[in-house]
């Protein structure tokens, strides 16, 4: 078979018409949504996903991608963090308090944690922030070192820092205008940091395609672990349309193939992604 | 009250199918829902041998509907009958082999490896779009459609349901070289050719270039194609194309069509053969109907008669 059963327990996502129980504006076209979905609330993980669209509109036909970002599972609730961008998102994004929306989750294959001695680099890019909430809150309970940068092109794409407000290290901020933080792109702080020579780590990154190939080539001239979450324009999240498919070459395998990113991602060893 | 529905030699318990390519193998949604709600589960277009498919992006939205070119990436029909047919044994629901091929000789012998216990009716895919060889190339000439379709027919005696193009100027020839060759039943229909353009770059958004467009946006086409082809012909015609609901199901219905697959909608929302089935028993009562097989053809034309043959 061409799929992996998904790893949350091998338990199937469930799929659901879920109520929008809270709703967060933040500066510019970014929001947080909170739904309720008691399974996606109590099983998932970072890195997984969920697929939901608002209403039952045909257009756009297609529901959409997003990483959860953080999960209540007391409230059997989650929060999705978004930028309104296209349709899809926009319609999410102006959603009001008990509009119900077709969401299908967790999905995916989440980040595994770094051995006991590594400490977890986390890169962040625009809105690729979003499972690292959820991660860094996992690496803490896993009593794991973490370490998260987050990149934009400026300050005002920087709007999910409050959820990293009590995190030690703080969060390491760069933007490529200067106007907050380093000054470049954030894997430009992350190699800054490498240099000095903080033992072992395990890199992890989400975000635009260049920022997730960039940290491969350094995880690679530094002979680090790395995983990357792709985010490839996605049909269904079951591994049935195939449209989110790239070529990925397993360590055992002497030709890549075409997988999905659905179901056997999206978080890949970024060895084993062939880059464009 | 009655939902199941006789396609030639082919009981459904219910007249809803998943359309192949948009169901993956069925196992899939295996845990998301439960696979005996389906009448039957049309398998992804299968070859002899795994493929890899088409290049990225495969797939693009458009107004109510997705153009797509994914290439037939697939496990190949051995793979299928050894690893995936065992784990569909365990629902109650037909299992329907999509056959591919690219020559008249592939085609029969997908057909002869597909005829395994557990498989109940073989449809037979001569109107893939996004493919160089095979599909559309026999789908598009009525002599090759007729030549494949009687290959396929030699090679089984599993029913056997060619799938029609709708890119062609006269549905009703190709359903009736089908008719001749032998076929049980007609799925009409695939997916119509597209292109879309993106503008900033000059190219097609597809890699491959040209796609097929699904979805409720080729709703009004694939209801009329499936109309022609039932008057054409006397074997029984499954209606495909955009259905989203149960009133869309019914349109199929009474047009003509024996039973009707949910392709594009599967993508959307996997929760939707629960509520088509709730909608058809609703419809059935409302109306006050025994059989589903009641509303098969009931389409009136309450201005007179409709043309005897409709023209493109």
Same mark, same amino acid.
């Given at each position: 078979?061409?799929?992996?059963?998904?790893?949350?327990?091998?338990?199937?996502?469930?799929?659901?018409?879920?109520?929008?129980?809270?709703?967060?504006?933040?500066?510019?076209?970014?929001?947080?949504?909170?739904?309720?979905?008691?399974?996606?609330?109590?099983?998932?993980?970072?890195?997984?996903?969920?697929?939901?669209?608002?209403?039952?509109?045909?257009?756009?036909?297609?529901?959409?991608?997003?990483?959860?970002?953080?999960?209540?599972?007391?409230?059997?609730?989650?929060?999705?963090?978004?930028?309104?961008?296209?349709?899809?998102?926009?319609?999410?994004?102006?959603?009001?308090?008990?509009?119900?929306?077709?969401?299908?989750?967790?999905?995916?294959?989440?980040?595994?944690?770094?051995?006991?001695?590594?400490?977890?680099?986390?890169?962040?890019?625009?809105?690729?922030?979003?499972?690292?909430?959820?991660?860094?809150?996992?690496?803490?309970?896993?009593?794991?070192?973490?370490?998260?940068?987050?990149?934009?092109?400026?300050?005002?794409?920087?709007?999910?820092?409050?959820?990293?407000?009590?995190?030690?290290?703080?969060?390491?901020?760069?933007?490529?205008?200067?106007?907050?933080?380093?000054?470049?792109?954030?894997?430009?702080?992350?190699?800054?940091?490498?240099?000095?020579?903080?033992?072992?780590?395990?890199?992890?990154?989400?975000?635009?395609?260049?920022?997730?190939?960039?940290?491969?080539?350094?995880?690679?001239?530094?002979?680090?672990?790395?995983?990357?979450?792709?985010?490839?324009?996605?049909?269904?999240?079951?591994?049935?349309?195939?449209?989110?498919?790239?070529?990925?070459?397993?360590?055992?395998?002497?030709?890549?193939?075409?997988?999905?990113?659905?179901?056997?991602?999206?978080?890949?060893?970024?060895?084993?992604?062939?880059?464009? | 009250?009655?939902?199941?529905?006789?396609?030639?030699?082919?009981?459904?318990?219910?007249?809803?199918?998943?359309?192949?390519?948009?169901?993956?193998?069925?196992?899939?949604?295996?845990?998301?829902?439960?696979?005996?709600?389906?009448?039957?589960?049309?398998?992804?277009?299968?070859?002899?041998?795994?493929?890899?498919?088409?290049?990225?992006?495969?797939?693009?939205?458009?107004?109510?509907?997705?153009?797509?070119?994914?290439?037939?990436?697939?496990?190949?029909?051995?793979?299928?009958?050894?690893?995936?047919?065992?784990?569909?044994?365990?629902?109650?629901?037909?299992?329907?082999? $999509? &056959?591919?091929?690219? +020559? *008249?000789?592939?085609? #029969?012998?997908?057909?002869?490896? =597909? @005829? /395994?216990?557990?498989?109940?009716?073989?449809?037979?895919?001569?109107?893939?779009?996004?493919?160089?060889?095979?599909?559309?190339?026999?789908?598009?000439?009525?002599?090759?459609?007729?030549?494949?379709?009687?290959?396929?027919?030699?090679?089984?005696?599993?029913?056997?349901?060619?799938?029609?193009?709708? $890119? &062609?100027?006269?549905? +009703? *020839?190709?359903?009736? #070289?089908?008719?001749?060759?032998? =076929? @049980? /039943?007609?799925?009409?229909?695939?997916?119509?050719?597209?292109?879309?353009?993106?503008?900033?770059?000059?190219?097609?958004?597809?890699?491959?270039?040209?796609?097929?467009?699904?979805?409720?946006?080729?709703?009004?086409?694939?209801?009329?194609?499936?109309?022609?082809?039932?008057?054409?012909?006397?074997?029984? &015609?499954?209606?495909?194309?955009?259905?989203?609901? #149960?009133?869309?199901?019914?349109?199929?219905?009474?047009?003509?069509?024996?039973?009707?697959?949910?392709?594009?909608?599967?993508?959307?929302?996997?929760?939707?053969?629960?509520?088509?089935?709730?909608?058809?028993?609703?419809?059935?009562?409302?109306?006050?109907?025994?059989?589903?097989?009641?509303?098969?053809?009931?389409?009136?034309?309450?201005?007179?008669?409709?043309?005897?043959?409709?023209?493109?």
């Amino acid at each position: 078979m061409a799929t992996r059963p998904a790893t949350s327990a091998h338990r199937p996502p469930v799929n659901r018409d879920v109520p929008l129980v809270r709703r967060e504006p933040l500066e510019g076209a970014y929001v947080l949504l909170t739904f309720r979905h008691p399974e996606v609330a109590e099983r998932a993980r970072a890195g997984q996903f969920v697929m939901i669209k608002a209403g039952t509109v045909t257009d756009p036909i297609l529901r959409r991608p997003f990483s959860i970002m953080s999960v209540d599972p007391r409230e059997g609730v989650f929060t999705l963090f978004l930028k309104a961008v296209g349709p899809g998102s926009r319609a999410l994004a102006e959603l009001r308090p008990g509009e119900e929306s077709g969401c299908l989750g967790p999905l995916g294959q989440p980040f595994t944690a770094p051995p006991e001695d590594h400490e977890a680099l986390c890169v962040a890019g625009g809105y690729g922030i979003a499972p690292f909430v959820l991660f860094s809150d996992e690496l803490r309970r896993a009593r794991r070192r973490a370490r998260v940068f987050y990149g934009g092109r400026a300050v005002a794409e920087l709007q999910l820092r409050a959820p990293f407000a009590a995190l030690e290290p703080p969060l390491a901020c760069a933007t490529d205008d200067g106007s907050f933080g380093h000054h470049g792109v954030v894997t430009g702080a992350v190699a800054a940091y490498l240099d000095t020579r903080p033992g072992p780590v395990t890199l992890y990154a989400c975000g635009p395609d260049a920022m997730l190939h960039a940290v491969a080539r350094l995880a690679e001239e530094r002979r680090l672990p790395a995983q990357v979450s792709l985010d490839p324009w996605m049909g269904c999240g079951l591994g049935t349309c195939l449209g989110c498919v790239v070529w990925i070459r397993r360590e055992n395998e002497t030709r890549a193939k075409y997988r999905c990113a659905c179901t056997e991602g999206p978080v890949f060893d970024a060895r084993e992604v062939v880059w464009a | 009250m009655r939902l199941a529905v006789q396609i030639g030699g082919l009981r459904l318990k219910n007249p809803l199918l998943a359309a192949s390519g948009t169901f993956g193998y069925g196992v899939e949604y295996e845990g998301i829902l439960d696979l005996s709600l389906l009448g039957g589960i049309v398998s992804k277009g299968l070859y002899l041998d795994a493929r890899d498919g088409c290049a990225v992006p495969r797939i693009v939205e458009t107004p109510s509907g997705l153009l797509n070119a994914i290439g037939l990436q697939g496990i190949g029909i051995r793979a299928f009958v050894k690893d995936v047919l065992p784990r569909l044994a365990r629902y109650d629901t037909a299992v329907v082999v $999509n &056959v591919c091929g690219d +020559t *008249v000789e592939e085609y #029969a012998e997908v057909a002869r490896i =597909a @005829d /395994a216990p557990g498989v109940a009716a073989l449809e037979v895919n001569i109107s893939c779009p996004n493919v160089k060889k095979g599909g559309m190339a026999f789908g598009g000439d009525p002599r090759m459609t007729h030549e494949v379709v009687s290959a396929v027919r030699k090679a089984t005696r599993l029913p056997v349901i060619p799938k029609l193009s709708p $890119n &062609v100027t006269d549905v +009703t *020839v190709f359903a009736r #070289a089908c008719e001749e060759a032998g =076929a @049980d /039943a007609l799925s009409c229909i695939n997916t119509l050719l597209g292109l879309v353009v993106d503008v900033e770059r000059r190219v097609p958004r597809l890699a491959f270039g040209t796609g097929g467009l699904s979805g409720p946006a080729i709703r009004p086409i694939a209801v009329r194609m499936a109309w022609q082809a039932a008057r054409a012909v006397r074997i029984p &015609v499954i209606g495909v194309g955009g259905i989203t609901c #149960a009133e869309d199901a019914l349109q199929f219905l009474i047009a003509g069509c024996r039973a009707v697959q949910v392709g594009t909608a599967n993508f959307v929302d996997p929760g939707i053969y629960a509520r088509i089935l709730e909608g058809l028993e609703a419809y059935l009562r409302r109306h006050r109907l025994e059989s589903i097989d009641d509303v098969v053809g009931s389409l009136r034309f309450p201005e007179g008669e409709a043309p005897a043959e409709p023209r493109p």
